[in-house]
């Protein structure tokens, strides 16, 4: 059974550093990408960045040069190491991981699991 465990949130002041951590503890499948997705409060869900099985990683415009994810495909984890913190961070982190290369990594449909999310708060 697929679950994947997200760990590593909390709070932290503007301009600090946190990092997140993502592990499918069933080792069921080999996923193609797998990546990082976050919900401020009234808002949708939106994605943050991704790395495909093959190396290829992926950033939302707003978290460039801040933001990096990382993968080991042996353990089927994911990390996302997060520096310079705003206000704007704030919000639940979800791991998503997609089986399927669907060839598309910026939209939630284009994942077919999901973790149960991690809070992170961004303090001013």
């Known amino acids: 059974q697929v679950q994947l465990v997200e760990s590593g949130g909390g709070l932290v002041q503007a301009g600090g550093s946190l990092r997140l951590s993502c592990a499918d503890s069933?080792?069921?499948?080999?996923?193609?990408?797998m990546g990082w997705f976050r919900q401020a409060p009234g808002k949708e869900r939106d994605f943050v960045a991704a790395k495909s099985w093959s190396g290829s990683t992926y950033y939302a415009d707003s978290v460039k040069g801040r933001f990096t994810v990382s993968r080991d495909n042996a353990k089927n984890t994911v990390h996302l190491q997060m520096n310079s913190l705003k206000s704007d961070d704030t919000g639940i982190y979800y791991c998503?991981?997609?089986?399927?290369?669907?060839?598309?990594?910026?939209?939630?449909?284009?994942?077919?699991?999901w973790g149960q999310g991690t809070q992170v708060t961004v303090s001013s």
């Open positions: 998503a991981a997609q089986t399927l290369n669907s060839g598309s990594y910026y939209g939630s449909q284009d994942y077919n699991y």
């Open positions: 069933g080792r069921t499948f080999t996923y193609y990408t």
